[in-house]
T-cell receptor, first 115, second 111 residues
Framework: DGGITQSPKYLFRKEGQNVTLSCEQN?????MYWYRQDPGQGLRLIYY???????QKGDIAEGYSVSREKKESFPLTVTSAQKNPTAFYLC??????????????FGDGTRLSIL | KQEVTQIPAALSVPEGENLVLNCSFT??????LQWFRQDPGKGLTSLLL?????REQTSGRLNASLDKSSGRSTLYIAASQPGDSATYLC??????????FGKGTRLHILP
């Protein structure tokens, strides 16, 4: 079945450590997105990519980095510069590159906590 | 700045009742409005997407309406079931390729 796979499901970070969250899709979607969700809050956009080797900052990009070397993969690195990384991270994708006009498909998320 | 509000934050209703979830937004210049369902600890599942030129969309027991002039959308759930218990989020697609999410309504269907 086609879908979006996020791994790991749970991740723990030590102070000063960078960690990378994986997002893979086999839907042949062009655009991919990373969101952060805090308890009782809506989703906030971190980064998005509409095409391979290109990506744009979202509303809360500071302390995060991404790469888009392959169409199916969009990993997110949470760097030590992100001082409050504890959150639920969601990856999404859409078909086409027409902006946000198409339905978004989501992975099951990665919950990141600080040790 | 676009703001999306969902009230109430939580709602409990007996099984079998029809119910309406509300979503309001401040800027009527939207491209579309989407309703999602989120189960605890899971990602979002798209339920319905209404383009700005449309007034409503239906899928099974779900009906979503859009009134851009008043900045409101509703999600109507008919004959509610315990399996409908989840958090429901609405989101606006706006200019500059942005999507703005509400904080969601946590729905509990009482058996």
């Amino acid at each position: 079945d086609g879908g979006i796979t996020q791994s790991p499901k749970y991740l723990f970070r030590k102070e000063g450590q960078n960690v990378t969250l994986s997002c893979e899709q086999n839907l042949n979607h062009d655009a991919m997105y990373w969101y952060r969700q805090d308890p009782g809050q809506g989703l906030r956009l971190i980064y998005y990519s509409q095409i391979v080797n290109d990506f744009q900052k979202g509303d809360i990009a500071e302390g995060y980095s991404v790469s888009r070397e392959k169409k199916e993969s969009f990993p997110l690195t949470v760097t030590s510069a992100q001082k409050n990384p504890t959150a639920f991270y969601l990856c999404a994708s859409t078909i086409g590159t027409g902006g946000f006009g198409q339905p978004q498909h989501f992975g099951d998320g990665t919950r990141l906590s600080i040790l | 700045k676009q703001e999306v509000t969902q009230i109430p934050a939580a709602l409990s209703v007996p099984e079998g009742e029809n119910l309406v979830l509300n979503c309001s937004f401040t800027d009527s210049a939207i491209y579309n409005l989407q309703w999602f369902r989120q189960d605890p600890g899971k990602g979002l599942t798209s339920l319905l997407l209404i383009q700005s030129s449309q007034r409503e969309q239906t899928s099974g027991r779900l009906n979503a309406s859009l009134d851009k002039s008043s900045g409101r959308s509703t999600l109507y759930i008919a004959a509610s079931q315990p399996g409908d218990s989840a958090t429901y989020l609405c989101a606006n697609g706006i200019r500059d390729d942005k999507i703005i999410f509400g904080k969601g309504t946590r729905l509990h269907i009482l058996p």
